[in-house]
């Protein structure tokens, strides 16, 4: 069992930036890909970022595609969102994933809560 935790949420002002972070609270990400989702309020969840264990393959949604980037540090067993040039459509709860294996970055077993994101114009 793996219990991811993000933080870094917040307020900002479009264009501006944000970096969101996801810790695992209880077990290890361990060799797993991960992936962060994002889910606007009254709307469904979706695919935002995924990376592989090794963070060599990367993959976004076309939306965020430039401005985001998300990265991991296995030391830390951490994984990171960089948001860049916020706009305010980009305004969601974002959540952290662990996924199923060290490369598949479309199937995910556990889920953070998630944190608040709100992009103001």
């Known amino acids: 069992q793996v219990q991811p935790v993000e933080s870094g949420g917040g307020l900002v002002q479009a264009g501006g930036s944000l970096r969101l972070s996801c810790a695992a609270s209880e077990g290890t990400f361990g060799n797993r890909a991960m992936g962060w989702f994002r889910q606007a309020l009254g709307k469904e969840r979706h695919f935002v970022a995924g990376?592989?264990?090794?963070?060599?393959?990367?993959t976004y949604a076309d939306s965020v595609k430039g401005r985001f980037t998300i990265s991991r540090d296995n030391a830390k067993d951490t994984v990171y969102l960089q948001m860049n040039s916020l706009k305010p459509e980009d305004t969601a709860v974002y959540s952290c994933?662990?996924?199923?294996?060290?490369?598949?970055?479309?199937?995910?077993?556990?889920w953070g809560q998630g944190t608040q994101v709100t992009v103001s114009s």
């Open positions: 994933a662990v996924g199923r294996n060290m490369w598949n970055m479309n199937v995910y077993d556990y």
């Open positions: 990376i592989s264990w090794t963070g060599s393959s990367t």
